[in-house]
């Protein structure tokens, strides 16, 4: 005993942790008004920023999100022709899935309320951003039961230099990481009390994000094996067993049957989300039959791969829709992969530095890695490390952020790998970097 209070007393009289202290005690007490104050100077950041950048129509992904939603707005239905990705699409013929509906019926509101504003869009797409930071706080004070890293986390993941710049274009990405963070939110919630409350807010996130961007679809079937898993001692019961997927699988298929029905009815086929995925798997893998396979494919290798699959499928007839091309992508690439299975593993393995570092990805764009992009690789490593950290220690508490994380890096390295990619998860990287950072775990 009067060792532990020799140490307590130590422990105690260190200035960086009583400071912590005071810190955590002060942030707790005046936690909704720290929150506040934080909302608030984020809005004035990102007006400042809007004015500074206002919306672009051709930045970004604004030209294909805003192009279906005006397209809506204005009574040509959910319609965009892009020749890029379908080469036989037409203005009469130009009825497309290519982005996910979620965002662009957000966004066809907001068309329709302020005349087609893009500067309203781009305050959507602030306060979206604030949606995520907020919903970042409760997430890491959720696991961490730290008022400090739950501050620390909204903090960086506003500084983190991907965020900002998405309020200055239109795309499902900021859609997409509130629905993630929110899902994740409930699902930790849920994991504690058992309500169905917490279970159908759960999946209902989920499904706002793979109706915002397809891949994270592998995020809610991720959650959904975790759970059977978790949940495994109560097998003998099996309601109890079964419960939250049960009632997780049935929000999400709620939200996507729309789509689906739509997909279908339309295209002939249902797709569970964006008609691009063919497209992405072809382009970023049809080059390994080469030598110089270890890149990542830029917009004008693209279209000549593209052309020329075209010129050599002469069984086209010039009339298939997107579903129709998608599987004549999914169709090629498949011969492509199966005929270098070695150079496609190896590819996927490189795949992982595109992926989080955007390891050489400017090249494929005209322009080598520079300070800004090295910088930017050094913050990925440091946040990776961070997070390895919190979650190593914590690996049943936390494991729908980490395996999240993990079952999203395998989809994407699989078909296609930039750090833009990872935008809507990255909240769950930053609440585990923070937490990795302030040390802050507790059971």
């Known amino acids: ?55 672009d129509f051709n930045n970004g992904e604004t030209v294909s999100w805003w192009g279906i939603a005006t397209n809506l707005v204005r009574g040509y239905g959910y319609s965009l022709c892009n020749q890029y990705y379908f080469p036989f699409c037409t203005a009469a013929s130009s009825a497309t899935a290519m982005r996910e509906p979620a965002p662009v019926l957000l ?27 907020v919903t970042l706080f409760f997430l890491t004070r959720e696991w961490t039961g730290s008022t400090t890293a739950a501050f620390l986390s909204a903090i960086i993941f506003v500084l983190y230099p991907r965020t900002m710049p998405l309020i200055s274009q239109v795309s499902g990405d900021l859609l997409a990481g509130l629905g993630v963070t929110f899902g994740i939110l409930f699902t930790l919630r849920a994991r504690k009390s058992d309500h169905i409350r917490d279970w159908l807010l759960a999946g209902l996130g989920l499904g706002i994000a793979l109706m915002s961007r397809s891949a994270m679809l592998v995020v809610a079937v991720t959650v959904l094996a975790g759970l059977l898993v978790e949940r495994w001692n109560l097998r003998k019961n099996f309601i109890q067993w079964t419960r939250p997927t049960l009632i997780i699988f049935a929000i999400v298929l709620v939200i996507m049957t729309p789509w689906l029905i739509r997909t279908k009815l339309v295209f002939g086929r249902a797709l569970t989300g964006s008609s691009l995925v063919g497209y992405n798997i072809y382009r970023h893998n049809y080059m390994l039959g080469t030598n110089d396979y270890f890149h990542n494919v830029g917009n004008n290798e693209s279209w000549d791969a593209i052309q020329a699959l075209v010129a050599r499928r002469t069984d086209l007839l010039g009339t298939e ?25 190896l590819l996927s393995g490189y795949r992982f530095f595109m992926l989080w570092f955007d390891w050489r990805v400017s090249e494929a764009f ?33 494991w729908p952020l980490w395996a999240s994380l993990a079952v999203v890096t395998l989809s994407y390295m699989a078909v296609n790998s930039r750090l833009h990619y990872l935008i809507p998860v990255m909240p769950l990287v930053i609440s585990l970097s923070t937490a990795g950072l302030s040390k802050k775990f507790r059971p």
Do not use: C
């Not at 329709?112 to 602030?126: D, I, P, R």
């Open 1 to 55: 005993m009067g060792k532990m209070k020799t140490e307590n007393s130590e422990d105690q009289s260190r200035p960086d942790v009583g400071r912590l202290e005071k810190i955590e005690t002060i942030l707790k007490d005046h936690s909704n008004l720290a929150l506040i104050l934080l909302v608030s100077i984020t809005l004035l950041a990102g007006s400042y920023y809007l004015r500074l950048i206002p919306p």
């Open 107 to 133: 966004f066809a509101v907001v068309a329709k309320l302020f005349n087609e504003s893009l500067l309203a869009a781009g305050v959507t797409e602030l306060i979206l951003l604030i949606g995520v930071m």
């Open 321 to 345: 829709n997107e579903a129709q091309m998608d599987l004549v992508y999914r169709e090629e690439v498949l011969k492509i992969i199966a005929a270098n299975p070695v150079h496609y593993v």
């Open 366 to 398: 005209g322009y080598p890695m520079g300070p800004t992009e090295y910088a930017t690789a050094f913050l990925q490593l440091l946040l990776l490390f961070l997070a390895i950290i919190a979650s190593k220690n914590n690996l049943q508490k936390t």
